[in-house]
């Protein structure tokens, strides 16, 4: 395995600070469908530290999806807390955006009026808004498509869109909940690069959630395997390949076979939750 | 040409509708004239009764009380559907009153509403209110329970307030819901006044069909039902025009 001391970029931003994200226990069950109650996640500790991109892994089924949505505050957890910021988490709020693999856009307003639809929530003035809008969506490679409707979208500029609405938002941490599945595999490889370039251009910490080993390799500095149901963390991996990165470089690199075979080892130990 | 034959369908079919009426009544199959006038008759009656300035005046009292009897069942059943739809509080509160609301025939309430309300009108529009209020506030919690969770999770996680999430998220979203629930709304707004002018009235398109055929004037009788039936189809037509403006962001197949 690549050790962490060999990539002083990584270990420098790991040291700037606490954690950006702490989960204490984080446990959740819900009622199940005949009776009695189904565990989900079964106490959870996981550490974000600011700037740094964790992907969560898991066989489907095993409640990633949740766990992410319990650090957006939307749903509640039955047991233990989520810090963001040192502060404990009560729903959803500004300083957590959210990217969702269904884009979530809002069908009836333009690119442009969904992305400034978020900035006037952050109070940025009426005056200031397109301007500030337009260089948004030019971060994610759409300077034309302001005037189109979502419905006139495909579905890359669609998940370019709900991203340039979510960095509208000015948040530090971004939650992204399999942002890139609904996608064909070559507009998913397109997509990946450019929000690398984004993270390394914005600096926001990212915890992404995906059904991909490769992706989680390509894009994460710390990969987080989920156990079955009720899901626990099962193994971190610090893949420690140099950034910034090129998918060449990352499939070229000694110890990424290793790695996926690791990762996919442990997942299909866990098999279907 | 087909596309004329498609534009042109609806007139030829009503002008197919009037000349059958026409022979039907001038050979006699429908026996006395007097029962059902011909549409010649009806057509002669509407137009005394237009330069004698009584059928503008009935339509326009008629219209104004439908406007506003629409309007307030427009605002009442959307903030009623916007909040059985997104709150189970207000669910609770309110199914009950729409679920028997809905099916009560509202007329039966009409003797309350005029020893309330006086016989002007006041009575006329709130039993207009009565039909059109239930069918909004339904069609309204219906689309509004479907938004996507997706759509208020993000706008929450932007920092909107629970008001902004109703009114910029929830609404637009069950727009669509909203606007078919409008148009049976409207109907029920046009069938309450109407009513209401028929049983109580000194004015208005209601009060005409039941001075025609109190005077044995079946002619007038016919002339304000035809009347009332093109101020719905015009209304209902205008909300189609209003629809489409407003959802000009949906793909086609969803508009239709």
């Not at chain 1, 710390?222 to 193994?235: A, E, G, T, W």
């Not at chain 2, 326009?60 to 189970?88: H, N, P, Q």
């Not at chain 2, 009153?97 to 529009?125: D, H, Q, R, Y």
């Amino acid at each position: 395995m690549a050790a962490e001391a060999a990539h002083p970029v990584d270990s420098a931003r790991r040291e700037a600070d606490e954690a950006k994200l702490r989960l204490s226990g984080v446990a959740k069950s819900y009622a199940g469908r005949r009776r009695g109650t189904v565990q989900a996640i079964g106490g959870i500790d996981l550490d974000v530290r600011p700037g740094e991109f964790v992907s969560l892994v898991g066989p489907s089924g095993c409640g990633k999806s949740t766990l992410l949505y319990i650090i957006g505050g939307f749903i509640g957890a039955d047991g233990g807390s989520v810090l963001c910021d040192g502060r404990e988490v009560s729903g959803p709020g500004p300083d957590r955006g959210i990217v969702f693999q269904e884009f979530a856009l809002f069908p009836w307003k333009t690119v442009l009026g969904n992305v400034t639809w978020a900035l006037a929530r952050r109070g940025v003035s009426r005056k200031d808004r397109p301007e500030q809008a337009r260089r948004l969506l030019s971060l994610v490679g759409l300077d034309e498509a302001g005037r189109l409707y979502p419905s006139e979208l495909s579905g890359g500029m669609k998940q370019r869109v709900a991203i340039a609405r979510t960095l509208a938002m000015d948040s530090e941490v971004l939650l992204m909940d399999e942002p890139f599945g609904a996608l064909d595999a070559q507009t998913r490889a397109l997509l990946q690069e450019e929000l690398l370039r984004i993270w390394d251009e914005t600096g926001k910490t990212v915890l992404f959630v995906t059904h991909s080993v490769e992706e989680a390799l390509y894009l994460s500095d710390r990969i987080v395997v989920l156990s079955s149901r009720p899901s626990r963390v099962r193994d971190v991996i610090t893949p420690g390949f140099p950034r910034p990165r090129t998918r060449e470089q990352v499939l070229a690199d000694s110890s990424y076979a290793a790695l996926y075979e690791r990762i996919w080892a442990e997942l299909r130990e866990e098999g279907p939750a | 040409m087909m596309r004329l034959i498609s534009r042109a369908g609806p007139l030829l079919a009503l002008a197919v509708l009037i000349g059958a009426w026409h022979i039907a009544v001038s050979r006699g199959w429908l026996g006395n004239p007097f029962v059902l006038p011909g549409p010649g008759a009806v057509a002669r009656r509407a137009g005394d009764l237009w330069s004698d300035e009584s059928l503008p005046r009935d339509l326009r009292t008629t219209l104004g009380r439908v406007l506003a009897a629409f309007a307030l069942a427009l605002a009442a059943g959307t903030i009623a559907g916007l909040a059985m739809g997104r709150s189970t509080t207000a669910r609770a509160a309110l199914r009950p009153i729409v679920g028997l609301g809905f099916p009560a025939p509202k007329i039966a309430m009409f003797p309350a509403l005029v020893i309330l309300l006086g016989l002007g009108t006041a009575s006329k529009v709130a039993l207009g209110f009565a039909e059109a209020v239930f069918p909004i506030a339904a069609a309204v919690a219906a689309a509004a329970s479907r938004v996507p969770e997706r759509l208020t999770w993000s706008a929450e996680s932007m920092g909107a307030s629970r008001s902004a999430v109703a009114f910029r998220v929830v609404l637009p979203s069950a727009l669509p819901g909203l606007l078919a629930g409008a148009r049976v709304g409207l109907i029920g707004a046009i069938i309450g006044v109407y009513v209401g002018e028929m049983v109580v009235s000194s004015d208005g398109l209601g009060h005409a069909m039941v001075a025609g055929w109190r005077q044995l004037d079946t002619a007038q009788l016919y002339v304000s039902v035809v009347a009332v039936s093109v101020l719905g189809f015009v209304l209902d037509g205008l909300l189609l025009l209003a629809r489409r403006r407003l959802m000009r962001w949906a793909p086609e197949n969803a508009s239709g």
